[in-house]
Structures are given as structure tokens and as C-alpha cells.
């Protein structure tokens, strides 16, 4: 049986739709996998706005959630859990090691567990050893 012209233009036709939906697709989860690669998934301290927030795991180490960094004539304390805050956090969001120094520097406190700094070298770095190793800070 021969192909009508006809029919192999319209066969063409629709294997380019084909592809361009396909195309589609593959690039609608692409952006789907960016998003989602885009929300916070490390622990650390993050700003949103003029808002500290430090993120860790639970417990189990199975979720993390996020708590506010509220600074205070002391130092700082953390809040309770930011509601929220997870799907609203990125990448982006999350600070350096440098930045997170500087605010233990000027708050008088480690930014990730909110302990005191005594000993001078890590008041001078900003975060006590035990942080500074989870940051890569020496």
C-alpha cells in the first residue's frame, strides 16, 4: 500500500507536535526539579527580609525545620518554629560562613547553637569549634 502524500505530510505534522510536546514536558519537570532544588535543604542560618532564621534537622533527621534567631540585649534566643518559613527559604536565603561570623561577632553569640562565646579564638572567629568544623571555618 503506497502513502499518499497527504497522508505522510499529516504524519510529519503530528510526529513534530509529538515532539514539541514531549520537549514540553521534559522542560516542565526540569522547572519542577529547579524549584524544588531552589527551597532550602541544608541546615544553617538563612535571612528572609530583615528576618535570621536557623534551620536543622529533627530529632529523627528526617525533616528540617526553621526557627527565628531573635537578638536580644544578651546576645540571641531562638524562637519556636517558623511556620512556613521551609517552603518560603531558598538557596539563596542561606548565609555564608563569613556573613554568619560577623553576625556571632556583633551579637556575642554563635548564630547556630546559641551559645555564649568565651574562649578568644572563637569569639574571634565567631562560632564555637564545634560549628565552625560544620561550617568548614579552621
Not at 541546615?43 to 537578638?71: C, E, M, S
Amino acid at each position: 500500500m503506497m502513502m499518499t502524500q497527504e497522508l505522510r505530510n499529516d504524519l510529519a505534522h503530528n510526529a513534530a507536535r509529538l515532539e514539541i510536546l514531549e520537549q514540553k514536558a521534559l522542560a516542565d519537570k526540569a522547572d519542577a526539579l529547579l524549584e524544588e532544588y531552589a527551597k532550602a535543604h541544608l541546615p544553617g542560618v538563612y535571612a528572609d527580609n530583615d528576618t535570621f532564621y536557623r534551620v536543622r534537622w529533627n530529632q529523627a533527621k528526617t525533616h528540617l525545620y526553621a526557627v527565628v534567631i531573635i537578638p536580644t540585649a544578651n546576645g540571641i534566643r531562638f524562637g519556636q518554629f517558623a511556620k512556613g518559613a521551609m517552603s518560603r527559604l531558598t538557596h539563596a536565603d542561606m548565609l555564608t560562613a563569613d556573613q554568619c561570623e560577623a553576625l556571632s561577632l556583633a551579637w556575642g553569640n554563635c548564630v547556630m547553637c546559641g551559645k555564649g562565646l568565651t574562649v578568644k579564638a572563637s569569639v574571634t572567629r565567631g562560632m564555637g569549634p564545634v560549628c565552625a568544623k560544620g561550617y568548614g571555618k579552621p
